[in-house]
């Protein structure tokens, strides 16, 4: 080659692209304008030489070059802190506002620019891989319990995960979870099959995720067949004894079928929430916490009175008579409940994850790394909260509730349980009357030592230990690599 040559033309030359769709508008800088220069170097020589082949623009010049995005090209310290930032999850006018108020030019970049840096920072994430076959390295990088379902194309059409960790704390505490979903969290609109628990401080706790394809019974089915195989059998976990999920029919009888043992309840809330807008709340509140099978038919017939529309009672009659076993206290207290009887916990843990995820248009792979990121926040909090209280004392119990101070986490459920129970020897409640009138050890193994205690047949220093025991005064689970980026 004899010389090296550079074409420097208008942006706003070229063609703009045809708009596939006449419904949507399209707009374009693009005028196919036919100004053009020809720059020129010699191999032998050390001067460049300019070539004007048309001097002419086809149109008028611009009064504001920030319409040029030449002039607002981010250099590398720029671009190196949208890098940082996007790690951080901040989305794009938050890292907008942030090069405004660090940017010395006074050509600030718009949002569109931002929006431009970011994409191709995910694309460079994936490192030439497929965008189905990216979320399955990572979790397999950061060795995340998981599974997927393709379908004949090779698209994934389901993704279960949890992290090992969060099995690990399930051994602390596997009496109770919930089940719930999150909508809106990724651009294929998969919705998000969330399991949750919570420790015996009363933290709540992700368990699992699942992205499936729809909700039908068959989808549920693969979700649980998952959640069993990965998570209990190869932990030699039993079934939880109780799992609260909402008036979900396709995933009540996928439950029925591959956990028999587990005891279903229905979110009490949401029954409120549906019924309220039939009838009036507070007649439903008397059939729905009825405390025995007789005052709720009693209570039931008094409703049948109250009722003047038959359109609404035959509503009840058909929708939620036939499920009374799954929410009325009559049924559900003779299941080891530790008075959830709602999936609040869920929505509270819906609430962080979609603070987490911000935005409903993320690839999987973004979803995967975001939940990623909320697993190990989760974790630190819970680490960090066992560490203090293990230092703290409870002042503001009766004295001989403070003696358990130093044996039993304060916040931990069976500190408020031996509190209870200790209220219900001194106060005459019905809901006193009927914990103490319960075995206390259907309950927990521990709560039996508070029993004894309690009623004086054990001291209050000779309560025993034993490893069913620890998650009410365990050590902090091991933190390494929790606080590594994903």
């Known amino acids: 080659m004899t010389h090296n040559q550079i074409e420097i033309s208008c942006d706003r030359s070229g063609t703009p692209n045809p708009n596939k769709s006449p419904l949507k508008t399209v707009t374009s800088r693009k005028l196919d304008c036919p100004f053009i220069i020809y ?58 506002g942030q090069l405004c108020s660090q940017r010395e030019s006074d050509r600030p970049a718009i949002l569109q620019d931002i ?6 920072i995910k694309k460079g994430k994936l490192q030439g891989r497929r965008l189905i076959d990216a979320p399955i390295d990572t979790l397999k990088v950061e060795n995340f319990v998981w599974s997927s379902a393709r379908d004949s194309e090779g698209h994934i059409t389901s993704l279960f995960f949890t992290h090992p960790l969060a099995i690990k704390l399930l051994h ?32 709540t706790l992700s368990r699992a ?17 998952q959640y069993i195989e990965k998570v209990l059998n190869n932990t030699n976990l039993v079934p ?3 799992i609260v999920i909402d008036r979900d029919l ?31 709340k507070g007649f439903i509140s008397q059939v729905m916490y009825s405390s025995t099978e007789k005052s709720f038919k009693d209570n039931w017939k008094k409703l049948q009175k109250q009722i003047k529309n038959p359109e609404v009672l035959q509503y009840l009659e058909n929708t939620w008579l036939p499920l009374k076993e799954y929410y009325v206290t009559a049924w559900t207290n003779h299941n080891c409940h530790l008075v959830v009887g709602s999936t609040s916990r869920v929505e ?28 190990r926040k989760q974790f630190i909090e819970i680490i960090n909260r066992i560490s203090k209280e293990m230092i703290v004392h409870v002042k503001n119990f009766p004295p001989h509730i403070c003696a358990l101070n130093g044996k039993v986490l304060p916040s931990s459920v069976a500190f408020e349980f031996a509190y209870w129970f200790s209220r219900a020897k001194r106060i005459s409640e019905d809901i006193g009357e009927d914990l103490f009138q319960r075995p206390m050890a259907e309950i927990t193994p521990i709560l039996q030592h508070f029993q004894d205690v309690l009623t004086g047949k054990v001291p209050f220093d000779q309560i025993p230990k034993s490893e069913e025991d620890d998650q009410y005064y365990e050590d902090p689970p091991e933190c390494k690599n929790i606080c590594g980026r994903p």
């Open 348 to 375: 509270g843990a819906h609430t962080m994850v979609k603070l987490w995820l911000q935005a409903s248009t993320g690839t999987l792979l973004e979803v995967v790394r975001t939940l990623h990121m909320a697993f």
């Open 240 to 242: 939880p004894p109780v």
């Open 115 to 120: 929006y431009n840096q970011v994409k191709k």
């Open 209 to 225: 995720f699942c992205l499936m394809k729809n909700e039908a019974e068959h989808s549920y089915t693969w979700a649980l067949k």
């Open 250 to 280: 396709a995933l009540k009888s996928s439950l029925k079928k591959l956990l028999p043992d587990s005891k279903v309840m229905l979110c009490i809330w949401h029954i409120n929430k549906d019924l309220s807008s039939h009838c009036m």
């Open 172 to 203: 602390g505490f596997p009496h109770l979870i919930l089940m719930d979903f999150i909508y809106k969290n990724n651009k294929y609109k998969m919705p998000l099959f969330h399991i949750v628990g919570f420790r015996s401080t009363n933290k």
């Open 39 to 96: 720059a020129r170097k010699y191999v032998k020589s050390t001067t460049w030489t300019l070539k004007v082949k048309n001097p002419e623009h086809s149109h008028d010049s611009t009064k504001n070059i920030m319409a040029h995005p030449a002039f607002r090209k981010l250099n590398e310290k720029e671009t190196s802190q949208i890098a940082q930032m996007s790690e951080s999850l901040l989305i794009s006018r938050q890292i907008q």
